[in-house]
């Protein structure tokens, strides 16, 4: 089946301008997880979302950053205001649940480049 | 506090090296999973294997295999007579469910794996 899709593939912004990162989760899994990956800090997890629960934020670096999940499927994640060290590849993963520790399945990334 | 430490940062091998890549890791959780991750130069994360805390039965799949040792908290990660194709970043990650599953990765460990 299809797995876990993001878009765009590559956003290049200029800094002080919003973006928005679009993940599409694998078909009926309730957990979807962003993850950020840059050199200096490897990969890090930034939010979480179970089924309609409240998303657990504990990972987002900012206010600037924030997002949603709707209908619990796809997700967005926002950041406002972007400024040069949000340049990362971000990373969106699903899986089943989370009761049992199911495998997250990774989508293919955004890369973020703020000039 | 949960940590996973990847020491190797580079190995480089010829092809039919046998190559071992070392994963230590941190938990106060009695009940945890620890994972391995490929990133192959196309970016995307893909699973390679799952094992929970109380399942230390090493495993083998194909060229693959790993040791657990929960006596020194290490999930080695071998892979034999590599090839080519292997070539990539591997990460490994602990998952607590206390914690929402969420993933702890290493640094990630290259390796390069030359004709």
């Known amino acids: 089946g299809a797995g876990v899709s993001q878009s765009p593939s590559n956003k290049v912004t200029e800094k002080g301008k919003d973006v928005e990162l679009r993940c599409d989760p694998i078909s009926g899994h309730t957990a979807l997880y962003w993850y950020r990956q840059s050199l200096g800090q490897g990969l890090e997890f930034l939010i979480y979302?179970?089924?309609?629960?409240?998303?657990?934020k504990s990972g987002l670096p900012s206010d600037r950053f924030s997002a949603e999940r709707t209908g619990g499927s796809v997700s967005t994640l926002t950041i406002q205001r972007t400024q040069q060290e949000d340049s990362a590849v971000y990373l969106c993963a699903s899986s089943l649940r989370t009761g049992e520790t199911d495998t997250q399945y990774f989508g293919p990334g955004t890369r973020l480049t703020v000039l | 506090a949960q940590k996973v430490t990847q020491a190797q940062t580079e190995i480089s091998v010829v092809e039919k090296e046998d190559v071992t890549l070392d994963c230590v890791y941190e938990t106060r959780d009695t009940t945890y999973y620890l994972f391995w991750y490929k990133q192959p130069p196309s970016g995307e994360l893909v699973f390679l294997i799952r094992?929970?805390?109380?399942?230390?039965q090493n495993e083998i799949s194909g060229r693959y295999s790993w040791n657990f040792q929960k006596s020194t908290s290490s999930f080695n990660f071998t892979i034999t007579a590599s090839q080519v194709v292997d070539s990539a970043v591997y990460f490994c990650?602990?998952?607590?469910?206390?914690?929402?599953?969420?993933?702890?990765f290493g640094k990630g460990t290259m390796l390069l794996v030359s004709p």
């Open positions: 990650a602990l998952s607590e469910p206390s914690r929402y599953s969420t993933l702890t």
């Open positions: 979302f179970q089924g309609n629960s409240a998303p657990d």
């Open positions: 094992r929970n805390s109380f399942d230390e």
